[in-house]
């Protein structure tokens, strides 16, 4: 079988993807030969996990792939490649550390957060949503992302904009901006690091997660971190840019992530 590319993210992803979201959604870009499959479910509740297993496993019958993943996308993609090892051959974070390591004291303050604000929102009525014009919906998610490009902007719309009748409407699902219940401390981040027995590049992006953190202790935990990477030679590369540049600037973040999968799976694939 040809070499498999399964892409999950949380907010973007590449401009090649033919389907994606503006909001917190699973899209797999699958390529086997010459076809690609792209399929979406939106992550709803928490049985995201399980619905995200269990179509790789039972419904696509999958056994081995690869996973790329952007910011959010990329910690759930890492925590599935410590989970699952044994079906990731290649794990490639955009921007992203591959966990959110909370100090101790504060995970239970944290998680009772997020569900607070879930169970908050599951009480509200269903309102209406805000129609705008297109102009006015580009304007509103450059308001809301000011390191996206124009362009990028309309690529997102694409995908991220219902028609109904006076204008659009965001596709997205609010339940994106409450707080991530999954939590753990650093040293349950790199004993699940040290789980994971695919290749990891890690490309970070100067001004976006890369940037040096003021906090020392936060930055001493992207230190250990991305050190535990290394320790295990695995790759990571920082590039010139914001936290969006897998989309803003493809051409600098596509070559690196096509050499390492040549690399890693596709060389590999064709000797075999």
Known sequence: MAGLTTVVHSTLSFPCCLKSADTWRWTWQVTVGRHIVHLESSTRSLHMWRMYAESLMVCLQWTKFSIIGHSMGGNVATLFSALFPE????????DAYGFMPTDLKEISKVMRQGMDEMIQFE???????????YERAVERL???????????AHILLERGLVQVEGGFVFSRDLRVNFKN????????????????????LVVLADKGFGAPSS????QKIISALLQGYRDRNHTVLTVTGDHHIHLND??????????FLWTTVLSQQLQA
Request: no cysteine.
């Open 181 to 200: 219940i999954v939590r753990m401390t650093v040293e349950q981040s790199l004993e699940m690091q040290s789980m994971i027995q695919a290749s990891v």
């Open 215 to 218: 906090e020392s202790n936060r």
């Open 87 to 94: 079906m990731v051959d290649t794990l490639i974070l955009l």
């Open 123 to 133: 009480k509200k009525t269903e309102e209406n949503k805000r129609v705008y014009t």
């Open 142 to 152: 450059l308001a809301a992302n000011p390191t996206l490009s124009e362009q990028s």
């Open 250 to 259: 493809p051409e600098v973040v596509a070559p690196l992530v096509s050499d």
